[in-house]
């Protein structure tokens, strides 16, 4: 038998809790739509409306309009128009101009930034090319806490409009692809996204760079992707959050690695329970959003954290983490209401 083929279904009899609806309403603080779940442009919005409502999503944050104007203008035209209340859009830069602008490059990505703003961007959405493939008008990688971009973080902060920035991506894709990689199989599907180093830069120092950025604009508030884009090291995201109030981390796409460490999970939940937002990143799916609020609210054991046929990010299962209510209502809407200015949920 091929490993990929071997599919075992453990035999534990142990409490399986079925989570259908959250047991609070919910904001989605990082997802997208028909940009990366193409799927979605021939549905009616009122039908994603209505899987959004099955989970108890009540407002759910777009960032596709980070990969371009025309994609965010089109977003606004037909989610945001269709229910205001219910989508938050957000903008991004267009990096391919900076040979065209040079060292004011940062200026000219603040303007436009202003008139996304105008058109009713929300926040800006940072894509980790940034730090891996963005280069200037010299070739040279521009680095996360290049100081020729503050003009666009200070105009984030004058909006008070929050940036959501992921740098890096899992550590393993930045390893060597070999026996001891965790992440093989998902590198064997996926193989542009291993930025095996070198020749990328090494994982840690894009990371001390994102802290660096974080420390550098203390009037921004950042909203770390992915737990901070380091999930697999509680400790050292934690570090950071206590070390920059202006921080908060979403915790899209890695109930996988939340979930394999539960005991340093909840003690993180606990300790930053007003810094954390939730985020799916896998579309209006409702499906897959039960298990997070199965991860977030039960004492679970060992299931899987994806509905596929082998889970997408290793073969591991995960445990849940029985937030307390106070701690689950900060995560599930609380901490995002704060952060974008609403005052009740829709
Ligand atoms: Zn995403």
């Known amino acids: 038998m091929q490993l990929q083929d071997y599919k075992p279904i453990p035999k534990l009899v142990t409490p399986q809790t079925l989570t259908q609806r959250p047991r609070f309403p919910v904001v989605d603080a990082h997802n997208h739509l028909d940009n990366l779940f193409p799927h979605l442009a021939s549905m009616p919005v009122s039908a994603i409306l209505d899987q959004l409502d099955e989970v108890d999503i009540r407002v759910y944050v ?39 602008h040079g060292d004011r490059f940062g200026e000219w990505a603040a303007a436009r930034f202003r008139q996304q703003v105008a058109w009713g961007a929300q926040g800006l959405k940072i894509w980790k090319n940034f730090g891996l493939h963005v280069t200037d008008q010299h070739g040279e990688r521009v680095r996360v806490n290049d100081p020729r971009l503050s003009p666009l973080w200070e105009t984030a902060a004058e909006y008070q409009l929050p940036v959501l920035i992921h740098v890096a991506d899992p550590v393993a894709f930045f390893d060597p692809i070999d026996e001891t990689n965790e992440r093989w199989e998902e590198l064997q599907q996926n193989p542009d996204w291993a930025f095996t180093s070198p020749p990328f830069p090494p994982f840690l120092s894009i990371l001390e760079d994102f802290a660096a950025l974080v420390t550098a604009h203390p009037r921004t508030t950042f ?18 959050l206590e070390r920059c109030p202006n921080l908060y981390v979403d915790i899209a796409a890695r109930i996988s690695e939340l979930g394999r460490q539960p005991y340093s999970s909840r003690r993180f939940f606990l ?29 679970d054991e060992y299931f899987r954290y994806d509905p596929g046929d082998i889970p997408g990010q290793g073969r591991w299962n995960i445990y849940g983490i029985y937030l307390p209510d106070d701690v689950l209502k900060k995560v599930y809407h609380q901490n995002a209401l704060r952060l974008f200015q609403l005052s009740t949920l829709p």
């Open 271 to 299: 300790k930053h329970a007003d810094r954390i937002l939730f985020g799916t990143d896998i579309g209006p799916n409702p499906e897959g959003t039960r298990i997070y609020y199965r991860f977030l609210e039960t004492e």
């Open 223 to 240: 909203i770390g992707a992915h737990v901070g884009c380091y999930s697999e090291n509680l400790a050292w995201v934690s570090q950071l």
């Open 62 to 100: 777009d960032l596709d309009g980070g990969w371009g104007e025309e994609i965010l203008r089109r977003h606004l035209d037909r989610y945001k128009a269709t229910a205001p209340e219910r989508f938050i859009h957000f903008g991004g830069v267009d990096w391919s101009q900076w040979p065209e």
